[in-house]
T-cell receptor, first 115, second 115 residues
Framework: AQTVTQSQPEMSVQEAETVTLSCTYDTSESNYYLFWYKQPPSRQMILVIRQEAYKQQNATENRFSVNFQKAAKSFSLKISDSQLGDTAMYFCAFMRYSNTGKLIFGQGTTLQVKP | DGGITQSPKYLFRKEGQNVTLSCEQNLNHDAMYWYRQDPGQGLRLIYYSQIVNDFQKGDIAEGYSVSREKKESFPLTVTSAQKNPTAFYLC??????????????FGQGTRLTVV
């Protein structure tokens, strides 16, 4: 069975600085997807970034980038130039490369961006 | 606009009552999911359905039931057998057959409280 672990329950960062959220996972699959979702106070889940395991290049989306280390089963999220609107809970999630679409989530990291 | 609509936003249940949470999507997705969110535990899968008239249990299905009579709709019933139903419930759908564009889309959630 797959598991996802986020070991940082809470983090804080000053506005305009950079912060990295950690995520590790366990799987015997060779092909899969990894995601970072953001849940702001409104509780709407928003996709931040997606990584396909067969791609060696790390995904980037504007100020958000990942460090994907497949052998180490690590998938960290880096947020550059942090903004107040980045304050939210962030979830790391795993999905098998199949047609089920089931997501397995980590416990979440609450990020506070301070002015 | 395409999306997922959950209703109601807030729901109160008396002890011993069954309640039904609504989830409707107009994204033409085959697969739909119900997750439960508790503080500090991330999201856990209750039930999922990959096609009309078929559904499977997730990790925490006890005390819940679902139906999938239409592609657009995937209602969740919280039965009196669910001993601790107070939680935030999220419905999702995926374009799980889309390969590189696979992602999950979420509704805005229903907060269920036992009174």
């Amino acid at each position: 069975a797959q598991t996802v672990t986020q070991s940082q329950p809470e983090m804080s960062v000053q506005e305009a600085e950079t912060v990295t959220l950690s995520c590790t996972y366990d799987t015997s699959e060779s092909n899969y997807y990894l995601f970072w979702y953001k849940q702001p106070p409104s509780r709407q889940m928003i996709l931040v970034i997606r990584q396909e395991a067969y791609k060696q290049q790390n995904a980037t989306e504007n100020r958000f980038s990942v460090n994907f280390q497949k052998a180490a089963k690590s998938f960290s999220l880096k947020i550059s130039d942090s903004q107040l609107g980045d304050t939210a809970m962030y979830f790391c999630a795993f999905m098998r490369y199949s047609n089920t679409g089931k997501l397995i989530f980590g416990q979440g990291t609450t990020l506070q961006v301070k002015p | 606009d395409g999306g997922i609509t959950q209703s109601p936003k807030y729901l109160f249940r008396k002890e011993g009552q069954n309640v039904t949470l609504s989830c409707e999507q107009n994204l033409n997705h085959d697969a739909m999911y119900w997750y439960r969110q508790d503080p500090g535990q991330g999201l856990r899968l209750i039930y999922y359905s990959q096609i009309v008239n078929d559904f499977q249990k997730g990790d925490i299905a006890e005390g819940y039931s679902v139906s999938r009579e239409k592609k657009e709709s995937f209602p969740l019933t919280v039965t009196s057998a669910q001993k601790n139903p107070t939680a935030f419930y999220l419905c999702a759908s995926t374009n799980a057959h889309e390969g590189a564009d696979t992602e999950a889309f979420f509704g805005q959630g229903t907060r269920l409280t036992v009174v």
